[in-house]
């Protein structure tokens, strides 16, 4: 009997299927985009079957061809959607495990915006006159707000200094410095924005995190700032390091970036090891030069 069911779930199994599963990660309150990266994940996934049946032995085949092409942060991250959805589907046998990892300590300094190219990003928003941009990254730089949550800065949370955020069902109060709240007044007032979120397009719908994307991206080349650091959300890391460099408190940090597992919190306050070189250099423990 047990057979005969296995043979049943494998012909369940298709890309078909998947409109159920993303129906299921939305009753889970899963992101929108997590549950686009989890469908797109699963579509390359059934591409490498081309048909084939899903067994412990074809995910396993996955899972080493993708070592070919992707990092393991990128092939785990894969994995975990592909295994969610052989749970869905009461395939657990045939879940893997993923890709053994050792905790990064430093970030590669390519990847690290320092406070330096913000405060040149921001000024390069400013002498284009784009103010929305230059205040919009402001804004996550100074909340650590994430992108998707920018339309929780209203015009009413300018006035009591604070923005109540809901993330996937769970409510965090953002805090706004007096300078900030300050400083979107006035552009409030300059472009007649009176209610509802503060950055939105002309018919009032939240910015499109691709257009940001894209905005501060053409700030690179007049910011003197390598392309590779210019993303939204490396903002929030800067906030991140920033404030954890002051506090050391990650418990806290967690609390503020809305972090469900601390340890995705010590990812954000990693930096390029610079401080840490100079810190060896002055313990002067070498003793002798030649």
């Not at 939305?26 to 549950?35: A, D, F, K, L, V």
Request: glycine share 4%; hydrophobic share 35%; with cysteine.
């Amino acid at each position: 009997m047990e057979h005969d069911t296995n043979i049943l779930m494998h012909q369940a199994v298709s890309p078909a299927s998947l409109k159920d599963y993303a129906s299921y990660l939305h009753e889970q309150e899963r992101s929108s985009n997590t549950i686009e990266k989890y469908i797109r994940d699963l579509r390359a996934f059934f591409l490498y079957l081309s048909g084939k049946e899903i067994d412990k032995a074809a995910v396993l085949g996955w899972k080493e061809s993708l070592a070919e092409s992707h990092r393991p942060a990128s092939i785990n991250s894969m994995l975990a959607a592909v295994n969610g959805y052989l749970d869905f589907c009461g395939l657990t046998l045939c879940k893997v495990k993923p890709v053994k990892m050792q905790r990064k300590i430093f970030l590669k300094p390519e990847k690290v915006l320092t406070r330096e190219e913000y405060v040149c990003l921001v000024q390069a928003a400013e002498s284009r006159g784009n103010r929305r941009l230059s205040l919009l990254m402001q804004s996550i730089c100074a909340t650590g707000i994430r992108v998707s949550e920018l339309r929780y800065l209203t015009v009413n949370s300018l006035y009591t200094g604070r923005a109540e955020v809901d993330c996937k069902g769970k409510i965090r109060v953002v805090f706004l410095t007096k300078e900030l709240c300050r400083a979107l007044r006035s552009y409030c007032r300059e472009n007649n924005i009176t209610r509802g979120p503060i950055f939105c397009t002309r018919d009032g719908k939240p910015l499109n995190r691709n257009n940001i994307w894209r905005d501060m991206k053409s700030l690179c080349q007049s910011a003197g700032v390598e392309p590779g650091k210019v993303f939204p959300h490396n903002l929030r890391h800067l906030f991140a390091r920033t404030y954890y460099s002051m506090e050391k408190d990650l418990s806290r940090l967690a609390d503020l970036l809305g972090h469900a597992n601390i340890s995705t919190t010590r990812i954000y306050t990693m930096d390029s090891g610079e401080e840490h070189a100079k810190q060896l250099a002055l313990m002067q423990l070498v003793l002798s030069v030649t």
